[in-house]
């Protein structure tokens, strides 16, 4: 029986392996990056790179708002050079987190994208945080 799934074949083992590890560099998700900030883990910075509007209406506790078009050298210079980003925007709709990542990468910074954005954050039932201002009613 003919079908998408089947049509084309599998990747060898060795050729997926090396495929999915390398992922693992480039992406992280939703779970790893709550645990890490959950744990006080301070060893990357998470970049939210929506609209402050957006960030004020709900984002990850911890997390840093940099719209993605923001991200230049003169603002990155106060981050050590070593310093690991992780990037999210809204959720797989929207590829800010992939431009923020060409940004960074490009800047000679590492980074990786926190797949799901805040999509994949409140479908993993973690909360958000809220700016006083938008609490306020402001």
């Known amino acids: ?54 960030f004020a209406r709900g984002h ?21 050079p070593d310093t690991l980003f992780v990037v999210h925007c809204a959720g797989p709709h929207c590829n800010g987190a992939a431009r923020a990542a060409v940004r960074l990468a490009r800047l000679g910074r590492p980074v990786k994208r926190m797949d799901g954005g805040i999509t994949g954050w409140i479908d993993e039932g973690f909360e958000l945080e809220r700016a006083a201002a938008v609490l306020a009613g402001a």
């Open 1 to 54: 029986m003919s079908n998408a799934v089947t049509d084309i074949p599998a990747a060898p083992s060795e050729d997926a392996l090396r495929h999915f590890e390398a992922e693992f560099t480039y992406e992280t998700d939703c779970w790893d990056v709550h645990e890490a900030l959950r744990a006080g883990d301070s060893s990357f910075i998470l970049l939210d790179v929506r609209s402050p509007t957006l």
């Open 60 to 80: 990850i506790p911890g997390a840093i708002n940099l719209p993605h078009g923001k991200i230049v050298a003169s603002r990155m210079a106060d981050y050590p």
